[in-house]
Each structure stands twice: as C-alpha cells, then as structure tokens.
C-alpha cells in the first residue's frame, strides 16, 4: 500500500494538492495522510476546521477505498528529532507561484521530518487541472536524473500516458592552447548529448515496453528547456539532491527555476531514492 503525505493548509494551492492526491488515491491501494497545517497563534478555528473536514470528505468520496488518516502541525521549522512518517514514499504540497515563502514553509513544516529530503516531493500550483498530458522529465548528463527518470517512466506506464524525455544542451566555453581557440564543432557536441538521450530511452523500453517514448533534445538552460514543455505536460519529473531538512528542488537552481512558472505538478525526486512501484490504473 503507497503511503502518501499531503501538506493542507486549505489555501487554494492546497486544494489543487488535494485534488490532485484524490485522484491518484483513486487507483488502488493508499494511504493519505492529510496534515493539517495551522498557525502557531489563536489555535484552530471553525472555519479551519471545516476546511480540513471537506478536505477529508473529498477524499473518501473521491477515492473511496484509500485509508484516511489526519494530523495536525504546527507552521514553522521541522524539529530535527522528529522521526515520524519515516515510511512515507510520497509527499504532496500545494504551490503558489506568487507567494514563494509560504510554498517553502508548507513545503517542510507539515511533513516536519528529515525524510522529506529522501522521498519524491510533488509541488502542485494553485489551480491546476489535469489534462492528461505526457509526463516530462529532465534528463541529466550523469547519474542525478537516474531516480528521476524511474520515477517518470513507473508513473506514465501506471497512468498510461507517453513519456517525454527532455535533455538540454549548450556549446561548451571554447578553450586556449596557445594560440588555437579549440571549439567543438556543433553538429559533435549535439550528438554527444543526443547519445543521452539515446540511453535513457533504451532504459525505458527495457524497463516498460509498453510506455511511448517522445524525445526532445534542447539547446538552452535545463530549466528553461523544462519550461517549455511544462503547459504541455501532467508532470514535470527532476532530479534532486538530498540537502537535509529542507524539501529537495527549494535549494536546487535547476528545480527552483522551475516551481515558479510551471503550470503543471513538479515533482522533485532525490538522487538514490527507493520508490515504491506503482499501482495500474
């Protein structure tokens, strides 16, 4: 059974978080843990606490057989003693483009463990729909999008979507031997980063044959190759890195040039994170 966390502060980003965890919920067998987040002054009030009861209702409308479980925390810096939820595999949160610093606050005070740097965290921005998109996912040079690319191909096969691998590439800064200026020919260095794509889609058709592969290989920055595809996308997938209490994608330049204008859920996934399989639709 897949264990996801969802940060619900009942703001409208939140509301798209759950959303979109009722309909992933829907599947199979889940369970949600809905984390209440209230401020640290004058309690919670009726108003609050009607939000979380819809937002409780909503789920077990929504995915009827999913186990429903509620929390309460506190806004503000995770306790770094705290351990609980550690079997947690996904953490949900909702994101307002236009308010940065409540997205991170949400984004670590509702979890309020370590662990959130160790398992796929997905930012979902206010208002979003799900339009059933190809899943995007950023396709690194090394093994950082290893995890990532996982966790994108394990999705599209569950959701039966294509799968859309985006590699980013610019011309290298030429460099001085003497006199000589040594600069790599274009038409070498596209090739070089077109093999990266190349492995990556050998690895999804072994991996889930079923699952169509789209390829785009792009000369500009990570994130904004990313961006491009982003309105066009049910997800976009990233690679992370573990960076301690703090939710991975708020620290990296990659992700955090991302979370900000995608119009679709980012998902950021740790370099080594163990992922749970998922569950056919």
């Known amino acids: 059974m897949e264990r996801i966390v969802l940060g619900f502060d009942g703001s409208p980003a939140a509301a798209s978080a759950l959303s979109w965890v009722a ?9 949600v843990d809905l984390v209440e987040i209230v401020s640290g002054f ?26 429903v479980r509620r ?29 940065p610093i409540r997205t991170a606050v949400a984004a670590t005070s509702s979890l309020r463990v370590r662990t959130i740097a160790q398992v796929p965290v997905v930012l979902v921005p206010a ?50 031997e003497g006199t000589a200026v040594l600069v790599a020919a274009q038409a070498d260095v596209m090739a070089q980063h077109g093999e990266v794509l190349d492995t990556a889609a050998t690895w999804v058709a072994a991996q889930h044959p079923t699952v169509r592969i789209e390829r785009e290989l792009v000369r500009d920055s990570r994130a904004a190759a990313l961006l491009r ?48 399989q998922p569950k056919e639709v």
């Open 42 to 67: 004058g309690g919670v009030g009726a108003d609050a606490a009607d939000t979380f009861d819809d937002a409780e209702a909503l789920l077990r409308d929504r995915a009827p057989g999913a186990v």
């Open 23 to 31: 309909t992933r919920a829907a599947r199979g067998a889940t369970t």
């Open 127 to 176: 208002g979003w729909i799900d339009v059933g998109d190809p899943i995007t996912v950023g396709i690194a040079d090394d093994d950082s999008s290893a995890a990532a690319l996982a966790f994108a191909a394990r999705e599209a096969a569950a959701s039966s979507v294509s799968l859309r691998l985006v590699h980013s590439w610019l011309m290298p800064t030429p460099s001085f």
């Open 229 to 276: 595809f982003a309105p066009r996308s049910s997800m976009v997938v990233i690679g992370g890195r573990r960076s301690g209490p703090v939710a991975p994608g708020l620290r990296d330049s990659v992700a955090a040039g991302v979370l900000w204008d995608a119009e679709c859920p980012v998902v950021i996934v740790p370099h080594g994170a163990a992922l749970a």
């Open 71 to 99: 929390h309460r925390a506190v806004a503000g810096p995770p306790p770094h003693g705290d351990d609980a939820g550690v079997d947690t595999e996904l953490y949900v949160a909702g994101i307002d483009p236009g308010h």
